[in-house]
């Protein structure tokens, strides 16, 4: 069983920085890739870039590029997903996802962290 537990989220000021953490209990991680998504109150959840096995780093969201990066600890079965400059329309529950490809459609990941609620005032 692959668990994974999201930590990191707070309450922030606009041009504050942020690292969310996902932790993987898995029996080998480094077999995993994952995904970070995000959803915002009444809105759908989006993808908000992953990370493979090899540790190659894809991040996609077009309003966060050049602000958020996504690395790995393999040796800490932790993966991060580092937040600079955050924006009030950056507010969003964030998620982290496994499995054993990384995808953009969420409906592709098995296994799923309880979400860090990520706020970001004006």
């Known amino acids: 069983q692959v668990q994974l537990v999201e930590s990191g989220g707070g309450l922030v000021h606009t041009g504050d920085s942020l690292r969310l953490s996902c932790a993987v209990s898995?029996?080998?991680?480094?077999?995993?890739?994952v995904g970070w998504f995000r959803q915002a109150l009444g809105k759908e959840r989006e993808y908000v870039g992953s990370?493979?096995?090899?540790?190659?780093?894809?991040v996609l969201l077009g309003s966060v590029w050049g602000r958020f990066t996504i690395s790995r600890d393999n040796a800490k079965n932790t993966v991060y997903l580092q937040m600079n400059d955050l924006k009030p329309d950056d507010t969003a529950v964030y998620y982290c996802?496994?499995?054993?490809?990384?995808?953009?459609?969420?409906?592709?990941?098995?296994?799923w962290g309880q979400g860090t609620q990520v706020t970001v005032s004006s």
């Open positions: 898995a029996g080998t991680f480094s077999n995993y890739g």
């Open positions: 996802a496994a499995d054993r490809f990384v995808r953009q459609n969420s409906n592709e990941y098995t296994y």
């Open positions: 990370i493979d096995w090899r540790g190659a780093a894809t």
